[in-house]
Nanobody, 120 residues
Protein backbone atom coordinates (compact mmCIF):
# COMPACT_ATOMS: atom_id res chain seq x y z
CA UNK A 1 0.00 0.00 0.00
CA UNK A 2 1.32 3.41 -0.96
CA UNK A 3 0.99 6.26 1.51
CA UNK A 4 1.88 9.95 1.56
CA UNK A 5 2.65 11.43 4.97
CA UNK A 6 2.71 15.21 5.26
CA UNK A 7 4.25 17.36 7.97
CA UNK A 8 5.12 20.98 8.64
CA UNK A 9 1.79 22.75 8.85
CA UNK A 10 0.85 25.11 11.63
CA UNK A 11 0.09 28.67 12.64
CA UNK A 12 2.26 31.47 11.32
CA UNK A 13 1.99 35.25 11.27
CA UNK A 14 1.57 37.15 8.00
CA UNK A 15 4.93 37.56 6.32
CA UNK A 16 6.28 34.43 7.96
CA UNK A 17 7.52 31.16 6.48
CA UNK A 18 6.71 27.47 6.71
CA UNK A 19 8.13 24.38 5.07
CA UNK A 20 5.90 21.44 4.26
CA UNK A 21 7.23 17.95 3.66
CA UNK A 22 5.58 14.90 2.14
CA UNK A 23 7.17 11.45 2.14
CA UNK A 24 5.92 8.53 0.09
CA UNK A 25 6.17 4.99 1.43
CA UNK A 26 5.27 1.53 0.18
CA UNK A 27 6.16 -0.58 -2.84
CA UNK A 28 7.07 2.16 -5.31
CA UNK A 29 9.14 1.80 -8.46
CA UNK A 30 8.77 5.38 -9.65
CA UNK A 31 6.73 8.52 -9.10
CA UNK A 32 6.05 10.83 -12.03
CA UNK A 33 4.82 14.20 -10.79
CA UNK A 34 4.43 15.24 -7.18
CA UNK A 35 2.60 18.31 -6.08
CA UNK A 36 0.80 20.33 -3.47
CA UNK A 37 -2.85 21.34 -3.58
CA UNK A 38 -4.82 23.39 -1.09
CA UNK A 39 -8.40 23.82 -0.10
CA UNK A 40 -9.65 26.82 1.83
CA UNK A 41 -13.00 26.77 3.64
CA UNK A 42 -15.84 27.07 1.16
CA UNK A 43 -13.55 26.85 -1.85
CA UNK A 44 -12.54 24.17 -4.30
CA UNK A 45 -9.23 22.37 -4.08
CA UNK A 46 -6.62 24.09 -6.24
CA UNK A 47 -3.15 23.30 -7.46
CA UNK A 48 -0.43 25.20 -5.64
CA UNK A 49 2.70 23.75 -7.23
CA UNK A 50 3.93 20.60 -8.93
CA UNK A 51 7.27 19.10 -9.91
CA UNK A 52 8.21 16.29 -12.27
CA UNK A 53 10.87 13.64 -11.84
CA UNK A 54 13.25 15.74 -13.90
CA UNK A 55 12.61 18.88 -11.85
CA UNK A 56 10.25 20.83 -14.08
CA UNK A 57 8.00 22.97 -11.92
CA UNK A 58 4.62 24.64 -12.22
CA UNK A 59 3.13 27.21 -9.84
CA UNK A 60 -0.21 28.87 -9.31
CA UNK A 61 -0.04 32.57 -10.12
CA UNK A 62 -0.99 33.44 -6.55
CA UNK A 63 2.14 31.82 -5.08
CA UNK A 64 4.72 32.46 -7.80
CA UNK A 65 7.75 34.17 -6.32
CA UNK A 66 6.79 33.25 -2.75
CA UNK A 67 6.62 29.44 -2.75
CA UNK A 68 9.25 26.97 -3.93
CA UNK A 69 8.64 23.29 -4.59
CA UNK A 70 11.46 20.75 -4.58
CA UNK A 71 11.84 16.99 -4.35
CA UNK A 72 14.34 14.36 -3.34
CA UNK A 73 13.74 11.39 -5.64
CA UNK A 74 15.94 9.07 -3.58
CA UNK A 75 13.85 9.80 -0.46
CA UNK A 76 10.56 9.90 -2.42
CA UNK A 77 9.89 13.22 -0.70
CA UNK A 78 8.53 16.54 -1.92
CA UNK A 79 8.86 19.86 -0.13
CA UNK A 80 7.07 23.18 -0.28
CA UNK A 81 8.91 26.21 1.07
CA UNK A 82 6.38 28.95 1.70
CA UNK A 83 7.65 32.49 2.29
CA UNK A 84 5.89 35.83 2.68
CA UNK A 85 2.74 34.06 3.75
CA UNK A 86 -0.57 35.88 3.54
CA UNK A 87 -3.86 35.28 5.33
CA UNK A 88 -5.32 34.11 2.02
CA UNK A 89 -2.82 31.24 2.03
CA UNK A 90 -4.75 29.73 4.94
CA UNK A 91 -5.98 26.29 3.85
CA UNK A 92 -5.55 22.57 4.23
CA UNK A 93 -2.59 21.60 2.06
CA UNK A 94 -2.64 18.20 0.39
CA UNK A 95 0.26 16.32 -1.11
CA UNK A 96 -0.35 14.47 -4.38
CA UNK A 97 1.67 11.86 -6.25
CA UNK A 98 0.62 11.24 -9.83
CA UNK A 99 1.33 8.07 -11.86
CA UNK A 100 2.96 6.19 -9.02
CA UNK A 101 4.30 2.94 -10.49
CA UNK A 102 3.72 0.00 -8.13
CA UNK A 103 3.63 -3.80 -8.55
CA UNK A 104 -0.12 -3.36 -9.10
CA UNK A 105 0.27 -0.74 -11.80
CA UNK A 106 -0.11 3.02 -11.80
CA UNK A 107 -1.83 4.82 -8.93
CA UNK A 108 -2.67 8.37 -7.96
CA UNK A 109 -2.19 8.97 -4.23
CA UNK A 110 -3.24 11.77 -1.89
CA UNK A 111 -1.98 12.66 1.55
CA UNK A 112 -4.26 13.27 4.51
CA UNK A 113 -3.72 17.02 4.49
CA UNK A 114 -2.00 19.46 6.81
CA UNK A 115 -3.51 22.72 8.02
CA UNK A 116 -1.71 26.00 7.41
CA UNK A 117 -3.13 29.02 9.20
CA UNK A 118 -1.77 32.50 8.52
CA UNK A 119 -3.01 34.91 11.14
CA UNK A 120 -1.80 37.55 13.54
Amino acid sequence: QVQLVESGGGLVQPGGSLRLSCAASGSIFNINAMGWYRQAPGKQRELVASITTTGSTNYADSVTGRFTISRDNAKKTVYLQMNSLKPEDTAVYYCNADRVLTPSGYLEVWGQGTLVTVSS
